[in-house]
């Protein structure tokens, strides 16, 4: 778009890209607020990248910090993890390579609701979705997957599955 407003005001084009660091602080507060939720109620959660060396907020005892690590690895330490866990960034209708990944490492994946998992995935079944207003609820659900084997092992087999047939192809078409 090179359509200049009338005057001093800047193009839209100017005006989208100077709300980026709007929108990544956005992103960066319900991260945090997802993070800072399970971490007051004492689970631990193992995080990667220099980004949470500055984190004090809640809990912070519970953030056991790595470095930072490159796509290959990722997937292999969400085949080692029982649960993998999203919290949406742009997608906030839709669906991200980072969910299907995780379905397809084994993992259960954790992820804050869109409408596109609520119509394509089944919750409980092979995806565990949360609510953003409703955080509080978190820990709960984390706890029950942590602690009942079946009920993870059977959800992670059927996001298996399901990302297997239908999600596959559009991770290759990336």
Request: glycine content about 6%.
């Given at each position: ?100 990944n ?7 994946c954790?992820s ?63």
């Amino acid at each position: 778009i090179t359509t200049r407003l009338v005057g001093s005001e800047m193009c839209i084009r100017d005006r989208l890209d100077s709300l980026q660091d709007v929108c990544r602080n956005i992103v960066n507060y319900y991260r945090t607020k997802v993070l800072e939720t399970l971490l007051a109620a004492g689970i631990k959660i193992d995080v990667f990248g220099d980004t949470w060396d500055r984190y004090s907020g809640l809990g912070k005892d519970n953030l056991i910090k790595h470095d930072a690590v490159n796509v290959d690895e990722s997937l292999e330490i969400w085949g080692r993890s029982k649960i993998g866990l999203n919290v949406m960034t742009w997608h906030k209708a839709g669906m991200t390579e980072r969910i299907a990944n995780i379905c397809l490492s084994g993992a259960v994946c954790l992820s804050e609701r869109t409408e596109y998992l609520d119509r394509e995935f089944n919750n409980y079944e092979d995806i565990v979705t949360f609510n953003l207003e409703h955080l509080e609820k978190l820990p709960d659900v984390v706890r029950e997957l942590l602690a009942n084997d079946s009920l993870r092992e059977s959800i992670a087999q059927n996001a298996y599955i399901k990302a297997s047939k239908e999600h596959i192809l559009s991770l290759i078409h990336i």
